[in-house]
């Protein structure tokens, strides 16, 4: 009975630092925006569009009419303000600013008020089908591939699909991460709480 008491406890510590570990190294491949504009990373931001609530888009979706589309709600208009006033206090300045053609993105986009924004087919969402998953891959990486000929530091606003495609990383509504065309490597940025 005393070994088992003693097994359950080691177990539980094992348990408590794995959860540690793990949390640790997460926060390891972060940044807060303070820090990323003092030591930019990489030559893109993606950034996945603001609080849209719903799952998915009706079935009815139609990329001329916004009313087919999942919408950001007043939340999602103010988180997409907030998100550009502190891109824009933290002094940082896109060559490039591209969209989705989903409405929410461009919404998002437009709120966040950072400049001309345009339109990326490769930015669009593939979860449901609307598009698909490889000819939307194969037309963004066509569209990084340029932005690193150009030397250009761009901002694309887009979907957690296509962001966890191209980087690994899922972030939530308004989420950032911070991606190198070079390297491939990516980290997230922490902008809103």
Partial sequence: MGILIIEKAQIKRISILTVLFIAKS???FSYTLDDYAKNRFGNVLFIRHALAP???DPQNFDFNDCSTQRELNEEGREQAYIIGHK???AGIIFSKIYSSQWCR???TAEYMNLGDITTEPGLNSFFQGIVTKDKTLFI???RLNSIESNNQFVLMITHQVTI???TGITVSSGGVVAFSTK??????VIIHD
Avoid: D, M, N, Q
């Avoid at 390297?183 to 997230?188: F, I, V």
């Fill in 87 to 89: 891109i824009k206090a």
């Fill in 140 to 142: 963004l990486r066509k």
């Fill in 54 to 56: 719903g799952f998915g």
């Fill in 164 to 166: 966890t495609a191209i």
């Fill in 105 to 107: 993105c461009l919404e």
């Fill in 26 to 28: 997460v926060l390891a």
């Fill in 183 to 188: 390297s491939g490597e990516s980290k997230e």
